[in-house]
C-alpha cells in the first residue's frame, strides 16, 4: 500500500475521531480560527485543502465565506456534507481529492486556500512543495495561505498530556519524531500514520523562495499542550480567558517550542 493509501484508509477509518478531535484540542482549534479571523477578507473565496471532516470549513461558510472542500478521504468528504446539511450551511464544493495536484482548478482563483493537514503526511519534499507550489499557483496576488506542520516536539507533548508513565514503551516514537522527523505506519507501529515533523526553526526557511510573505507563524496551542485537555473542563469564562491569553503569545518563541501544531500563514506577492 502507498503512503497515499495509508493516509486515506486511516482517516476513512478514523473519521469521527477526526471530527471530535477538535473539541478535545480546542486551544489548536481556537488559535487556528482566531488567527484566520485577523487575516481574511469579508466574504472570501476559500479552498480547504485536505479539509478532514470539515470543521474549519464548516466555520467559515457560516461567516459568509465561500468554500471548496477537498481532502482524500471519502468518509471525512460525506462528513463535512453531512454536517453541513445539519446546519443548513452551502458548501461552494465539497469533493475528493490530492492537495498535490490541483491541476483541475484554474490559476489565481481563491482570495485564501488552507492546508491544515496535506504537509503532516507527506515524507517526501519533492511532494511537500509540490503542495506548496499548486496551492500558491491558485492563489490571487495578495492572497493568504495557511499550512500547518506537526512539530518534531509532538510525540513528547502528547506523551506527557496522555500517559507520562508509558516512556518506556512510547520511548521510540518520540526519539523518532524528534531525530528522524518521519514515522511510517507498519503492523508495529501503531502510533499514527506516515508523517513528517519539523522544527519550528525551519518553517520560515521552507516558504522562503515561495513568493509568500510570513504575516504569521504560530504555535496553535501556544505553549500550552500539556494542559490543553485539562483546561477544556473550566467553565467558558476562564476557559476564554486562556484562548485569549494563547492567542496574545502563540507567535512566541514559548508557543513554538510548547506546540505539537505549527502554523505558517503567507501572503502571495504581486
Known sequence: MSEIDHVR??????VEEEWLRLERNWLEFGVTKAFLN???PAKARILDSGSGP?????????????VDL??????????????????????NTA????????????????????VLGPLYHLTSEEDRNRVISETIRV?????????????RFAAAHYQLKTDPAAIARRRGVIDEFLNERQH???????????????????????????????????GAESMMAQSEWRLADLPDAERRQWLDFAVSVAETPAALYGSEHLVFIGEKSG
Open 184 to 218: 511510517r505506519l507498519t503492523p508495529e507501529t501503531d502510533f499514527f500514520v506516515d508523517s513528517h515533523f519539523v522544527d519550528p526553526s525551519e518553517i520560515a526557511l521552507i516558504f522562503r523562495d515561495t513568493g509568500l510573505a510570513q504575516r504569521a507563524l504560530f
Open 139 to 151: 492563489l490571487k496576488p495578495g492572497g493568504l495561505a495557511a499550512f500547518a506542520f506537526i512539530s
Open 9 to 14: 484508509d486511516f482517516y476513512d477509518r478514523t
Open 95 to 114: 469533493q475528493t481529492g490530492d492537495a498535490r495536484d490541483l491541476s483541475d482548478l484554474s490559476d489565481a482563483g481563491y482570495d485564501a486556500v488552507l
Open 70 to 91: 477537498r481532502d482524500l478521504s471519502h468518509e471525512n468528504i460525506a462528513r463535512a456534507r453531512e454536517e453541513a446539511g445539519k446546519r443548513g450551511l452551502t458548501l
Open 54 to 66: 470539515g470543521r474549519y470549513a464548516l466555520d467559515l461558510s457560516a461567516a459568509g465565506h465561500s
Open 38 to 40: 485577523r487575516f481574511l
